[in-house]
C-alpha cells in the first residue's frame, strides 16, 4: 500500500482495545537527550517529544505556533515572538522568555551542534515576560521556520544541574534526563537499551493520542526487528528492511507504510587533507583534493544499480543536495553525472593517477537505510576503475566522532534540509567555509570552501524576490556540481511497519511524533 510522500497518514482499523503501552523500534538509539548536544535527525526527531520550540511542524510541514503563539517582523531588522502564556516544564516551573533567552545562548554556545541555525542573529532581547526579540544581521525572510527544531530548556534547572552548556563530546545531566514542555516526560533513559516516555499531564496543548506508556527500543539487526513486530513485540519498526518489505505486507495483522523521506544520501570529501589516512596510500598525497579525481567517483557509481538492487526502487537518484520537493531546488541542474566507468579511468589518468590508488572509506551501518550495504556496492564499482576503497563501517555513535576528528580519506553523509526545507539549508551546513564564529559549516567535515559560495549565502537568506533568490541558489548548485564537492547518490526511501491497531502519520522529515499515535 503505497501512501502520499507528504504527510501520509496511516488510519489502520482493528479491534477497539484499551491503550496501555505503545512500544517502537528503531536502528539507531538517539545520541543524547540533550537536544543541543546533537544536531542528527535520531537526536532531533526523538526529542521533538518531549522538548518544543518556539514553532513546531505539522503534519504536512507546515510551521505553527508551539511555545510562541504569533511572530512578526521588525521591519527588516528581525522577528518578534509572543510566547505561549500558562505553560510549564515537566517539574512544574513556568515558561517565560528568559528560557527562551538562555537556550538561545545555550544552543548558539561553542560546545552546541546547533550554533549554526543562529549564524543570521546578531542580539536576542527580552521585550517583557511573553515577548522576545531576535534580531537579523541582514533581513531573513525564513528565520522563524529555520528553527522550528530549537527546543527550549528551563534556564534555572539547566543552571542548577551544572547543565548551562551543552556537552558535545561529553556528558553532563541534560545528556541523560530532560526537562522540556512537550507532550511527552522521560521516565527512564537505559542508553542503548530502552527509553521509557510518559505522557505529560500538564501539557498546554489538547492530547491527539491515548498512549499511557511509550516505550523505545533500538534494535540494529534488521531481522531481529522485523520479528519483533511480526510476533507483536513490538507494534512499530522503522525501518523495514527493503528486502522485507512484501513480505511483511503480506502478513495478517501488520502493515507496510512507504514514502520518500527528505533526506539526500552523498559521499563526501577531505578536500583540505594534505595526505591519505587510510588504505595502502596512507601518507600519500591525497587524490581528492583535486576535482578530476572527485568527479571520477561521480562517474564510477552506479546510482541506478544501487537503487534497484538494494531498495527495489524504492530510492530515487538525485543530483544535488536537496530533492526534487524542497524550496530552491534548481531545476537547471537536475541532470546527475553519467555513469561511465571508462570517463571515470580518463579522469584519473589526467590528474595522475592511471592505475588509481587506495584510500579509506568510512560508513555508519546503523544510521542510513542499508547503509553499509550501499557502502560496499560502492567499494565495489571504485574497484572497477582502479580506486581500491578500504571499508570501515561502524555504528553510528562511533561514527560521527570520526568525521568531526577528520579520521577519513571519504564518508557517506545523509542529509535532510530542517525546519525550513529549504535549498539554503545544506549550503549553510555542509557547503560554507566552516567558521565558529559565524556559527557556518559546522557539518561540513571535508572543510570544502569557496568563496563565490559563501559570498552568495547571506544573499540568498535575505533575498525576498523569488526568481533573484533562485537565480543564486542556481548559481550555487552549478558550482556544487563543477566542483563535486559531494557526490548526492540517491534519496532515502520512508519504509515503516506498524501493527494494524495503530494510527500514526508518517513525515517526509523522518520524525516520529507520539502525540498523533493512537491505539485502537
Not at 184 to 195: D, M, N, S, V, W
Request: some cysteine; aromatic content about 10%; hydrophobic content about 45%.
Amino acid at each position: 500500500m503505497r501512501l502520499p510522500a507528504i504527510a501520509a497518514t496511516l488510519a489502520l482499523l482493528a479491534t477497539s482495545a484499551p491503550a496501555e503501552t505503545f512500544r517502537w523500534a528503531g536502528t539507531t538509539d538517539p545520541q543524547t537527550m540533550d537536544p543541543h548536544a546533537v544536531n542528527t535527525a535520531a537526536v532531533l526527531g526523538f526529542l521533538n517529544n518531549v522538548y518544543e520550540g518556539l514553532l513546531r511542524l505539522d503534519k504536512d510541514l507546515n510551521a505553527e505556533g508551539a511555545l510562541a503563539t504569533s511572530w512578526e517582523p521588525l521591519g527588516t531588522d528581525g522577528w518578534r515572538f509572543h510566547l505561549r502564556e500558562g505553560v510549564t516544564f515537566h517539574d512544574g516551573a513556568a515558561f517565560t522568555a528568559e528560557d527562551v533567552l538562555f537556550s538561545y545562548e545555550r544552543a548558539s554556545s561553542e560546545t552546541a551542534d546547533t550554533a549554526s541555525w543562529f549564524a543570521p542573529v546578531s542580539e536576542v532581547r527580552v521585550v517583557d515576560e511573553y515577548t522576545i526579540d531576535f534580531m537579523m544581521r541582514a533581513p531573513n525572510p525564513l528565520f522563524p521556520v529555520s528553527i522550528a527544531n530549537f527546543m527550549i530548556l528551563d534556564k534555572d534547572w539547566a543552571e542548577q544541574n551544572n547543565a548551562a552548556r551543552p556537552a558535545k563530546d561529553a556528558e553532563n545531566f541534560a545528556t541523560l534526563n530532560v526537562n522540556g514542555t512537550g507532550a511527552f516526560r522521560l521516565e527512564e533513559r537505559q542508553p542503548g537499551l530502552k527509553t521509557v516516555l510518559v505522557p505529560f499531564e500538564g501539557w498546554w496543548d489538547e492530547a491527539m493520542h491515548n498512549i499511557t506508556r511509550a516505550e523505545f527500543t533500538p534494535i540494529q539487526n534488521p531481522a531481529t526487528a522485523v520479528a519483533a513486530l511480526l510476533s507483536g513485540e513490538v507494534d512499530m519498526i522503522n525501518p523495514v528492511p527493503i528486502q522485507d518489505a512484501a513480505r511483511v505486507n503480506e502478513r495478517d495483522g501488520v502493515q507496510v507504510i512507504d514514502g520518500v523521506e527528505s533526506r539526500v544520501i552523498m559521499l563526501g570529501f577531505p578536500h583540505q587533507a594534505e595526505t591519505l589516512k587510510y588504505g595502502g596510500d596512507a601518507g600519500e598525497p591525497n587524490p581528492f583534493r583535486d576535482a578530476r579525481v572527485r568527479a571520477a567517483v561521480a562517474h564510477a557509481i552506479n546510482v541506478e544499480a544501487i537503487t534497484t538492487t538494494l531498495f527495489r526502487g524504492a530510492a530515487k537518484p538525485v543530483s544535488q543536495l536537496v530533492t526534487p520537493a524542497m524550496r530552491g531546488y534548481s531545476e537547471t541542474h537536475a541532470e546527475r553525472p553519467a555513469f561511465d566507468p571508462e570517463a571515470a579511468k580518463a579522469l584519473l589518468a589526467e590528474a595522475g593517477y592511471p592505475n588509481g590508488f587506495s584510500f579509506g572509506l568510512k560508513c555508519p551501518n546503523d544510521r542510513y537505510i542499508n547503509d553499509a550495504a550501499v557502502c560496499q556496492a560502492i567499494t565495489g564499482m571504485l574497484a572497477q576503475v582502479g580506486i581500491d576503497a578500504q571499508l570501515d563501517a561502524m555504528p553510528v555513535a562511533n561514527y560521527w566522532p570520526e568525521l568531526r576528528a577528520d579520521n577519513f580519506d571519504m564518508f557517506l553523509l545523509g542529509w535532510s534540509p530542517g525546519g525550513a526545507f529549504d535549498a539554503e539549508h545544506p549550503v549553510r551546513f555542509l557547503a560554507s567555509t566552516p567558521n565558529e564564529e559565524k556559527r557556518l559549516g559546522s557539518w561540513n567535515f571535508g572543510d570544502y570552501s569557496n568563496a563565490r559560495v559563501d559570498e552568495l549565502l547571506p544573499l540568498i537568506q535575505s533575498e525576498i524576490d523569488e526568481d533573484a533568490r533562485q537565480a543564486m541558489l542556481d548559481e550555487v548548485a552549478g558550482i556544487l556540481q563543477d566542483e563535486h564537492a559531494y557526490v548526492p547518490l540517491y534519496v532515502q526511501p520512508l519504509v515503516w511497519g506498524a501493527r494494524d491497531n495503530i494510527e500514526l502519520t508518517q513525515r517526509p522529515d523522518n520524525f516520529f511524533i507520539l502525540r498523533w499515535v493512537t491505539v485502537n
